[in-house]
Nanobody
Framework: QVQLVESGGGLVQAGGSLRLSCAAS????????MGWYRQSPGKAREFVAGINWSGGSTYYADSVKGRFTISRDNAKNTVYLQMNSLRPEDTAAYYCAAGPNPSGTTWSFNTWGQGTQVTVSS
């Protein structure tokens, strides 16, 4: 019962920054875990970052750890992905996701946004 809309993608030079936003509609947004995935041509969808319902626990793919930060503002029904020190290999379509809070390290996202394109030039 949640609908997700991403925004904030665009073209940026290597070393630059972008902040992606995902606005959610529907009831009980604060009860969902949220995450970001990405997919580039010829590659499988890749987990980027996840955050539990309260924002107290965050998880990152090794490829983005230390550069990306996921956060959420439950009062605004919005989740963010701050991306710093961007590299050309970060180029992908980025998708917001929602689902049950994880058990251990297992995520089960079941609702997806439409995606927003991030392109990093060298």
């Amino acid at each position: 019962q949640v609908q997700l809309v991403e925004s904030g993608g665009g073209l940026v030079q290597a070393g630059g920054s972008l902040r992606l936003s995902c606005a959610a509609s529907g009831r009980t947004f604060s009860s969902y875990a949220m995450g970001w995935y990405r997919q580039s041509p010829g590659k499988a969808r890749e987990f980027v970052a996840g955050i539990n319902w309260s924002g107290g626990s965050t998880y990152y793919a090794d490829s983005v750890k230390g550069r990306f930060t996921i956060s959420r503002d439950n009062a605004k029904n919005t989740v963010y992905l701050q991306m710093n020190s961007l590299r050309p290999e970060d180029t992908a379509a980025y998708y917001c996701a929602a689902g049950p809070n994880p058990s251990g390290t297992t995520w089960s996202f079941n609702t997806w946004g439409q995606g927003t394109q991030v392109t990093v030039s060298s």
